[in-house]
């Protein structure tokens, strides 16, 4: 197979974002800010790791019976991609965030306050098979948590 064909083959493989409407890009709407220096970022073990975390966050996430059906229709594709970004903003990897603010992002989605304690649990778990440290774990969920605010909405 040439190596055009095959390029052409995977681009069909790969999924494509869905379009959303024009809004404003910032880092400001990552909903925290990032940490000083590269110590958290290299807890979370660089870009590899945080790629294995979304992963497997999104994994068990996406099969938890208690908040898998806010997830079906749902743009996977650019969810894995701003988590990614958001994540590794937060975390001091040199990204920028260009997804919506938190309030716009889950507008209408209905989140209550157990959704988020399940996401929270998916995001620890994953944290502790990804063998991060338990204190760099406290320090990201605490820079985390005053999102909620701005996401559960009932």
């Known amino acids: 197979m040439s190596l055009l064909l095959s390029l052409a083959v995977l681009a069909q493989a790969v999924p494509a974002e869905e379009p959303v409407a024009p809004y404003a890009q910032s880092n400001a709407n990552a909903g925290a800010t990032s940490f000083a220096g590269d110590a958290m970022w290299r807890a979370f073990g660089g870009a590899e790791g945080v790629d294995r975390l979304i992963a497997d966050f999104m994994t068990r996430t996406r099969a938890d019976p208690r908040i898998a059906d806010i997830f079906k229709g749902q743009d996977m594709v650019r969810f ?39 996401l929270v649990e998916n995001l620890q778990a994953a944290m502790r098979a990804g063998g991060i440290p338990f204190a760099a774990q406290n320090r990201f969920l605490a820079k985390l948590a005053p999102m909620k605010r701005r996401i559960v909405e009932r």
């Open 80 to 118: 894995r991609r701003v988590l990614t970004e958001q994540f590794c903003y937060i975390l001091n990897g040199g990204c920028g965030y260009s997804g919506r603010d938190m309030r716009t992002a889950h507008k209408d989605m209905g989140l209550q306050t157990a959704d988020m304690g399940a």
